[in-house]
């Protein structure tokens, strides 16, 4: 033992760096290499960054850097090299306006968020006038620039920050290969390359003496004979930050089995002031120490460049469920796992031996090391010793279903350091003595402990399940495959009631697969195919029924099911074939406790049978309803805006800020955003925009000539609809003043 101490310290005082192994190429193959030349930093100011390359984002991998411009707008932003403006995009909600830029180098560079474009010298201001004028329509337009020859040089002024598209006030710049140009949309016409800028800036203006912050794991069991602290369940354990012992492990764990490892971990840099943005890591890895493998990198992942294909799947690299619902607090997977097997990892993953699964065998001992590092080189360790040990047990006697005693059941104690649990999603059954919960390994049947004494049993077949005692609860558990094949359970009493056996509704999920939720429902699912992630999902109810019923299930009815694991996407169905009070003011809603939420009424025909459907992401709790909307969405001139016509509107000589501003929404199904209509006198204009689901601005000159409109009076109309099809208007006369 003083031999591994010795060593143990020794690892701990000389390792400084990362190990990173070379990775496997790009799942869509090779990109044209490019020189990391330094680059010209894109702004006169520097007030840090809000968000770094490779971050989480519910729909995709954050693609550049977003440089923080102290709150406010309209900073100038600058060439970072010699090369020509090629493309202007703009729109409501997302890029807002983007400028892409073409380096003579061929690098592309693209800045998003834009206040404005530059006009003095490069008079951009003139293709976007045109643009609207000649689709009748204010938002969006996707320009290309490339046959233009706008020649620009490094530190010239391309444009200035802003806030459009998704505020507060920031600038996101990214960088990618010459295919990546054409990419305004989420369908470019073919795979390009996207780098880290940190690798094209200079250092000193990426400067950070911050260390990364590994703020806790989750340690996930794989099968039911994998245990944490004597429990089958996810284990939930935080990092002490007043480690006073740097020769001991930072955690010591008892578990055996196989497991995998999230990592919740964070970047920060306080060097600049008011700078609270928490940020992704660079680089973070798994590494077995002394392991018998020349290698002990069980992990490794550094952001360097990705694919565009891979930056729309973040399910690859995070914890979709565990980073939405904690607020943005990033949950990093120390493996990597897809649905397809043979397929190569991006090549932001350098290596995933074993795709990064650990196992812990009874009796041995394995100590871990996690580390992280922002660009700058911050890295920051962390020591885990986990020892396939169980804790104490305790002796009990099991009872037989038929009232007989069995022989001696090994009853595991509470462990006496176990962080808390990650917190499980449960509902009351049938039997309010037992509740039903789904985890990633196992399912658990829960009985309340009594003060009476006396232990029930619960048996599948004539097996006893295993059981561990948890929060005031015995819990039973059992793998799913094995209830799913006979799902029924018999429950035995300790005050000699007779024994009582139920069944549950449980079905068994492949990706791309469609199943009922029971054999004569109306609802399916469907699980997308494209999950990263291998094996099958299980799902079903919180709800025992008595074993020979055969429970009344409405066809239409969709009970509250729960999923073994989260779910990054998938659709749910209704079978409107066979439902005649379906109509076109119907949707599907996912039904909460005080509150329902629209998720969708769109129509697809399935083997000549017409199908409800919707998309669900990152969820692992789901309960479903069709319900009708039949209130129109609100639409209110705001008080500013009324107040202007409430009187001669007198123009101000800027026709970006003569316009009406309306509250529009619909806290039912959401606004239609193609059905908007703006009429001036009668004639339809595309001269709005809406954004952040709520604001609508209506522009008062003519889109297609620029001129504003004549004196005298004249009549607005606005028509909006949600997507159940209710329709709002609001129609005014007003004077223009001469």
């Not at 284990?235 to 006073?244: G, I, P, Q, R, V």
């Not at 004196?711 to 609001?730: E, L």
Request: charged fraction near 25%.
């Amino acid at each position: 033992m003083r031999r591994t101490n010795f060593i143990f310290k020794l690892t701990m005082l000389t390792a400084v760096l990362f190990i990173f192994i070379s990775g496997a190429p790009s799942i869509n193959g090779s990109f044209p290499a490019f020189a990391e030349e330094k680059i010209k930093f894109p702004l006169n100011t520097n007030d840090s960054f809000a968000a770094t390359f490779g971050e989480y984002r519910s729909s995709h991998i954050h693609s550049g850097v977003d440089l923080r411009t102290k709150r406010r707008t309209g900073f100038p932003v600058l060439a970072p090299s010699n090369g020509q403006i090629v493309n202007l995009y703009g729109d409501e909600n997302g890029y807002g306006f983007m400028l892409t830029f073409k380096a003579d180098s061929g690098l592309i560079y693209k800045f998003a968020h834009l206040a404005s474009f530059e006009n003095d010298k490069f008079k951009l201001n003139g293709f976007v006038k045109k643009a609207r004028a000649k689709a009748n329509r204010r938002f969006n337009f996707d320009i290309d620039l490339s046959g233009e020859n706008i020649k620009v040089k490094t530190g010239e002024i391309i444009a200035f920050s802003g806030d459009t598209g998704a505020g507060p006030p920031h600038l996101h710049f990214e960088i990618c290969g010459p295919d990546g140009y054409k990419s305004s949309t989420d369908k470019p016409e073919k795979d390009f390359e996207i780098f880290n800028p940190f690798n094209y800036i200079s250092p000193e203006t990426a400067a950070d003496d911050t260390p990364v912050n590994i703020a806790s794991i989750l340690l996930i069991p794989q099968d039911e004979n994998s245990m944490i602290e004597g429990k089958p369940m996810n284990a939930y354990f935080s990092f002490k930050n007043d480690k006073t012992n740097d020769s001991a492990p930072d955690l010591n764990i008892k578990a055996f089995g196989k497991f995998k490892i999230l990592a919740r971990a964070f970047d920060e840099n306080k060097i600049f002031e008011q700078n609270e943005s928490k940020m992704g890591v660079y680089k973070i890895e798994l590494k077995e120490l002394f392991s018998e493998r020349a290698d002990g990198t069980l992990y490794s992942l550094s952001f360097d460049s990705m694919d565009y294909n891979s930056s729309r799947m973040p399910e690859i690299i995070y914890d979709m469920y565990y980073s939405n619902i904690s607020a943005g607090n990033f949950y990093y997977k120390l493996f990597y796992e897809s649905a397809d097997l043979n397929a190569a990892p991006p090549r932001f993953i350098k290596s995933s031996a074993g795709g990064g699964v650990i196992e812990i065998k009874k009796g041995r001992k394995k100590i871990f090391e996690i580390s992280a590092s922002d660009y700058s080189g911050n890295v920051t360790k962390k020591i885990i010793e986990i020892e396939g040990a169980e804790p104490v047990q305790i002796k009990t006697k099991t009872v037989s279903p038929s009232g007989g005693t069995l022989k001696a059941e090994n009853k595991k104690t509470r462990k006496p350091n176990a962080k808390k649990s990650a917190k499980k999603e449960t509902a009351g059954p049938a039997d309010t003595r037992i509740s039903v919960e789904y985890l990633q390994n196992v399912i658990l049947f829960k009985l309340k402990k009594t003060t009476r004494g006396g232990n029930a049993q619960i048996f599948h077949g004539a097996a006893p399940l295993k059981m561990f005692e948890h929060e005031g609860f015995q819990c039973f558990y059992s793998g799913y495959e094995k209830i799913a094949a006979a799902p029924e359970i018999t429950v035995t009493s300790p005050d000699g009631k007779p024994a009582k056996k139920y069944i549950l509704n449980l079905f068994k999920i492949t990706a791309g697969e469609t199943v009922k939720i029971h054999s004569d429902s109306l609802w399916s699912i469907r699980i997308n195919p494209s999950a990263a992630t291998s094996g099958a999902f299980y799902a079903g109810e919180a709800v025992l029924y008595p074993a020979g019923s055969d429970p009344a299930k409405t066809r239409a009815a969709f009970g509250e099911m729960f999923f073994s694991r989260p779910l990054s996407g998938a659709k749910i169905y209704y079978d409107t074939s066979e439902d005649a009070g379906i109509n076109p003011k119907c949707g599907i809603y996912e039904v909460y406790s005080k509150k329902n939420m629209f998720i969708g009424n769109s129509s697809e025909e399935i083997s000549g049978r017409r199908y409800m459907c919707a998309s669900m992401k990152n969820f692992k709790r789901l309960k479903c309803a069709v319900l009708k909307d039949e209130k129109p969405p609100i639409l209110k001139i705001s008080k500013k805006s009324a107040a202007r016509i409430s009187k001669p509107f007198k123009y101000s000589g800027k026709a970006e800020t003569d316009f009406l501003s309306f509250n529009l929404f619909d806290s039912e199904t959401g606004i239609n955003k193609p059905e908007i209509k703006f009429y001036i006198d009668g004639s339809q204009s595309g001269n709005y925009e809406y954004f952040s689901s709520s604001l609508l601005n209506c522009y008062l000159y003519d889109l297609k000539t620029g001129s504003n409109l004549s004196p005298g009076t004249h009549k607005i109309k606005i028509t909006a609809a949600d997507n159940a099809g209710n329709v709002s208007f609001y129609e005014k006369q007003f004077k223009i003043a001469r």
